[in-house]
């Protein structure tokens, strides 16, 4: 449930500005602020069905266009990749460290600072 949650947020991340402004209320409500149907439903004046319809369509919607664009599976891989660099220049900084190097050093620090860069 918890990796669902994650998945759906950062689905709404990429996508949600795609959403209805209703949609994009209620999702955010449900997996962002972690209220109940109930919860919502007084909040948004509306049936908790009604919520249920909303935040069921909008995860729809999320999904479809995640197959179609695919971006957060290439965010996610993308991810990986980056911390993977990271630690190999870090193994290289260090196995330098002994070769003092400056051309070296400089380099795999380069790729340190844009790696973190690109991982905010």
Do not use: P, W
């Not at 209703?22 to 109930?38: A, R, V």
């Not at 620090?109 to 860069?117: F, K, L, P």
Request: aromatic content about 10%; charged content about 30%.
């Amino acid at each position: 449930m918890k990796s669902d949650t994650f998945h759906m947020s950062l689905l709404f991340d990429f996508y949600g500005d795609l959403l209805t402004d209703k949609q994009k209320e209620l999702f955010d409500l449900y997996y962002n602020e972690d209220l109940s149907l109930t919860e919502i439903a007084e909040h948004a004046e509306i049936s908790r069905q009604g919520v249920r319809d909303a935040i069921v369509r909008a995860e729809s919607i999320l999904r479809d266009i995640e197959d179609k664009v695919g971006l957060v599976k290439k965010y996610s891989g993308y991810e990986g990749k980056l911390i993977k660099i990271r630690e190999e220049a870090g193994y290289i900084a260090s196995v330098n460290a002994d070769l003092k190097n400056y051309e070296i050093s400089k380099h795999t620090q380069s790729i340190i600072d844009t790696v973190g860069e690109l991982l905010k």
